[in-house]
């Protein structure tokens, strides 16, 4: 899998960190987790191949994690040779999203839903126990409640050549998400506070290493970074507390992810 950091930042705006977003590919196609109103761009900026992506995962109906749907839905539309363009965009994720983009879709008749392709969605209710889900052929994948908002879902992504991700996107502390999690090749994982969180819907250091060290992942992504982050080396505080390899979140980031091979 080839993962690219789109946006590492929250809702509230930030000079060098767009909202939720990442481009992912697979040996079952691209995958877009979570899709932030900065999404549509950032994949131009990065110069990937968002004509073609073949897929979309919505974790939450939290506006840093979907109100890029609709103007990629509308800018796709109008794209010059999307025309061309035969295979269907899969929307996955909570519940909730066809009604926030009827609605919007609704207050000015945007005709989001007529595309030139087959748009397909799949909403899945909360689960409290691992719930295997199809999306692409070559691609697996598992979904979790997280303690964030009552459709929050986690997801767990396994390839045809073994290789496995967690996004858990925004959550509280929960030991079930570590477990599963464990010994993931990559967790993407939460982490909006360094300490004195305000909150217990997000994660402060202290919570996510503890997930660090009980999921035991070959890596860990720490991301969703608030501006409290900007004066602090997080890959030498995280070390502090687990002696696994733990990598800050920045815009632009890319990542190589292999099963380690013995
Ligand atoms: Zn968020
Ligand atoms: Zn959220």
Excluded at 47 to 66: E, K, M, P, T
Excluded at 90 to 97: A, L, Q, V, W, Y
Excluded at 179 to 204: M, N, Q, W
């Amino acid at each position: 899998m080839k993962l690219v950091v789109l946006g590492s930042g929250t809702s509230v705006p930030h000079p060098r960190r767009a909202s939720s977003a990442f481009w992912l590919e697979t040996s079952g196609g691209s995958l877009l987790l979570d899709c932030s109103a900065d999404a549509p761009h950032r994949m131009a900026q990065e110069n990937l191949d968002w004509i073609n992506l073949d897929a979309i995962w919505i974790s939450h109906l939290h506006l840093d994690h979907c109100a890029g749907l609709a103007p990629l839905l509308f800018g796709i539309k109008w794209t010059p040779g999307i025309n061309r363009r035969q295979k269907p965009l899969k929307i996955f994720g909570c519940e909730g999203i066809t009604k926030l983009l009827k609605a919007i879709d609704e207050s000015s008749n945007y005709k989001l839903f007529e595309q030139p392709f087959p748009l397909e969605f799949h909403e899945f209710a909360p689960t409290e126990e691992p719930r295997q889900v199809e999306m692409l052929v070559g691609l697996s994948a598992q979904i979790l409640s997280t303690p964030h908002r009552h459709e929050s879902l986690a997801i767990r992504l396994t390839d045809a050549n073994g290789t496995t991700l967690v996004y858990t996107s925004d959550t509280g502390y929960a030991e079930s998400l570590a477990e599963f999690a464990r010994g993931v090749d990559l967790l993407i994982l939460e982490c909006s506070f360094y300490r004195d969180k305000p909150t217990v819907k997000h994660l402060e250091l202290a919570d996510a290493m503890r997930i660090a060290k009980l999921a035991g992942p070959q890596r860990l992504l720490l991301t969703h970074l608030y501006s409290v982050w900007d004066e602090v080396d997080l890959e030498t505080e995280a070390k502090k507390l687990w002696a696994g390899e733990t990598i800050g979140a920045y815009d632009g980031l890319r990542l190589e992810i292999r099963a380690p091979t013995d």
